[in-house]
């Protein structure tokens, strides 16, 4: 299991902040510890998890 996960909030305009420093998650997402904070928001709805889209994306 990764260490990170790739994450976007779940509705367009949501504002999702980083528990440590605050910072807003990027609309088009950020890569974040697989920290039980990411993973009750995503549980919650609040978040989606991109990381198995960008272990598909074709490598050049």
Not at 24 to 42: C, M
Request: net charge negative.
């Amino acid at each position: 299991m990764s260490e990170l996960l790739l994450i976007k909030p779940a509705r367009a305009g949501e504002i999702v902040r980083d528990p440590v420093d605050g910072t807003p998650l990027a609309a088009a997402g950020d890569y974040k510890p697989r920290l039980s904070y990411w993973l009750r928001r995503l549980a919650a709805g609040d978040v989606t998890d991109l990381s198995s889209l960008a272990a598909q994306e074709p490598q050049e």
